[in-house]
């Protein structure tokens, strides 16, 4: 009854020519009940979700717009110079 949703971003970020950039970035579901100090997640989803950001894939269609709008002001305010030489 209290737990809460909650999306953990796998984030890779790699360096080229002209500096760092984001080079994956990817999404899991988790459950956290604060009350109880209990998490749930699916093991095997995070696990295929951190390789597929270290492959430099992108997949935040299932975090929904609210979240995407978050995600990139936190991205960009996080450093700048990495959103900008960054591709998607």
């Not at 971003?9 to 956290?32: D, I, S």
């Not at 609210?66 to 030489?85: Q, R, S, T």
């Amino acid at each position: 009854d209290e737990a809460k949703e909650y999306w953990l971003c796998w984030v890779t970020t790699e360096r080229n020519e002209q500096g760092p950039y984001y080079a994956g970035l990817t999404a899991c579901y988790l459950l956290v009940n604060k009350a109880i100090r209990r998490g749930y997640k699916s093991m095997p989803e995070h696990v295929n979700m951190m390789d597929k950001s270290m492959k430099h894939h992108i997949i935040i269609d299932q975090i929904g717009d609210e979240n995407k709008a978050i995600l990139k002001d936190f991205l960009m305010n996080h450093d700048e110079g990495m959103w900008k030489h960054s591709s998607d």
